[in-house]
């Protein structure tokens, strides 16, 4: 394996979408969303460990988190584990990492991925990160994988590229989450991606576009560049991490970046966002119920999201297109229509039952 390779991997949301089953003190990606015996964070390791080597995957998560890192992914140290003191956007805490790994490694190319999303084809996958990877350490380019768009779907942003027969296309813009007709014309016009945050870039590249676009930024987490990788490095970014700006990687550096490039992807993927997202993706009975762990009897039901801890024998009937998941101290039975919902519900339930159960 190329020693120059590394990994990112962000581990840090809540998926609040996802409650009762994701929550602030045990998130999505620590879940075997899927029933298929590997939690999605287990999953995305496994994926990129194909590539990269084991010992360069760092984790980019919350200090609350650390302890289900270390549990779930029994391969990493805790030096891999990138603690945030606060939350604070993926912009700071790409950076961070990103100066961790040039000082152990100013030659390393690496992809930023986020821990919780689904895809099918990995050997697809590997193939669109190899490509991306060989001409970032051959050109001085950010670069990204690109989905490509099935639907006019308005909860992602959209990658604007420029028509050409090559692999790697060069990205106009960067587009931000459209209304339902601008995402159509989007689809339709064929040189229009979605974006799934992925990104490959070399050290040197990502930090000089740091340097260029985000000098304020740059300037206060490289003050802490002679301690990282030390026993001095906690100290520093719970003094100053901080004081950094609430900004994402897209708003901060790829929107104005002209030297951007995308691979639109040949796997298939889902963010796995909401209910409804993993319903789609879930093996469904005969009447498109998808069931998650429970046992079922289901009469006069169908379309429903059913999800149980172990194997609790659940009867339904007469109910169609619903989320029904049942967590310990909490039963959710929601309109998958009304799925977009389920934050608001999330705080009415902390504000009148406690935070424990979020």
Not at 11 to 28: C, H, L, N
Not at 51 to 73: A, G, M, S
Not at 103 to 109: H, L, S
Not at 204 to 211: G, H, L
Request: charged content about 20%; some cysteine.
């Amino acid at each position: 394996m190329n020693k120059n390779y590394y990994a990112i991997l962000m581990a840090g949301g809540v998926g609040s979408r996802f409650w009762p089953v994701s929550t602030s003190s045990f998130p999505k990606q620590f879940h075997d969303m899927l029933g298929t015996g590997e939690t999605l964070i287990q999953k995305t390791f496994s994926r990129l460990s194909k590539l990269i080597p084991k010992e360069n995957i760092y984790i980019l998560t919350n200090e609350k988190y650390n302890d289900l890192v270390l549990e779930q992914l029994p391969d990493a140290t805790q030096k891999q584990v990138v603690l945030e003191p606060a939350m604070r956007n993926t912009a700071p805490c790409i950076l961070y990492a990103s100066l961790k790994i040039q000082k152990i490694n100013p030659n390393a190319v690496m992809v930023v991925a986020p821990s919780d999303h689904w895809i099918e084809d990995e050997n697809a996958f590997i193939s669109n990160l190899q490509t991306s990877f060989d001409k970032c350490e051959k050109e001085n380019v950010l670069m990204t994988l690109g989905i490509q768009p099935t639907f006019a779907n308005t909860g992602y942003g959209y990658i604007n590229f420029e028509k050409s027969e090559n692999t790697i296309k060069k990205v106009h813009q960067f587009t931000e989450k459209p209304d339902y007709e601008t995402a159509k014309t989007f689809v339709a016009s064929g040189n229009y991606l979605w974006n799934a945050g992925i990104f490959i870039w070399s050290v040197t590249t990502i930090i000089t576009a740091f340097q260029n676009f985000q000098p304020k930024l740059y300037e206060l987490l490289d003050k802490g560049f002679s301690v990282y990788n030390t026993d001095f490095e906690d100290d520093f970014i719970r003094d100053n991490y901080g004081r950094a700006e609430n900004i994402s990687i897209d708003y901060a550096i790829m929107e104005h970046a002209s030297h951007v490039y995308v691979v639109p992807a040949t796997f298939d993927w889902n963010d796995l966002g909401t209910w409804g997202s993993l319903y789609d993706k879930l093996n469904k009975e005969e009447n498109g119920n998808a069931v998650v762990n429970a046992q079922t009897i289901l009469q006069d039901a169908s379309g429903n999201m059913i999800r149980t801890a172990g194997e609790k024998v659940v009867v339904i009937d007469g109910l169609n297109d619903y989320i029904v998941v049942d967590k310990e101290e909490v039963l959710l039975i929601y309109p998958k229509a009304k799925e977009q919902d389920i934050k608001k519900v999330l705080q009415k339930v902390k504000d009148t039952f406690g935070e424990n159960y979020g």
